[in-house]
């Protein structure tokens, strides 16, 4: 387990963009996937996107592929998830989770886990 720490939520506007951030505290994410989940008020946590651990496979829940973006920069050991195009649906707590090195979209597969950060748009 390590630790994650997300950070770049907010309130937006329908149709605006953020970029989230998720920093771990590990010598090199090369050996990680990270995932992100979003968890809306009354309803069960969900599987946003994930990116595996060399950062060649990425993958996207169907309501976010083409509007959202999932990223890695190894050299600050940190995770992004770009997301435009916001809709009201996509307000959430979005947390991001790590694991071994592959995607998984089951949140049970994830063993680290950051405290989250609140997403909401709205007009």
């Known amino acids: 387990q390590f630790e994650l720490v997300e950070s770049g939520g907010g309130l937006v506007q329908p149709g605006g963009s953020l970029r989230l951030s998720c920093a771990a505290s590990v010598a090199t994410l090369d050996y990680y996937a990270i995932g992100w989940f979003r968890q809306a008020p009354g309803k069960e946590r969900e599987g946003v996107s994930c990116?595996?651990?060399?950062?060649?496979?990425?993958t996207y829940a169907e309501s976010v592929k083409g509007r959202f973006t999932v990223s890695k920069d190894k050299a600050k050991n940190t995770v992004y998830l770009q997301m435009n195009s916001l809709k009201p649906e996509d307000t959430a707590v979005y947390f991001c989770?790590?694991?071994?090195?592959?995607?998984?979209?089951?949140?049970?597969?994830?063993?680290?886990w950051g405290q989250g950060t609140q997403v909401t748009v709205s007009s």
């Open positions: 990116i595996s651990g060399g950062g060649s496979s990425t």
């Open positions: 989770a790590g694991r071994g090195y592959y995607c998984s979209g089951i949140e049970n597969n994830f063993n680290s």
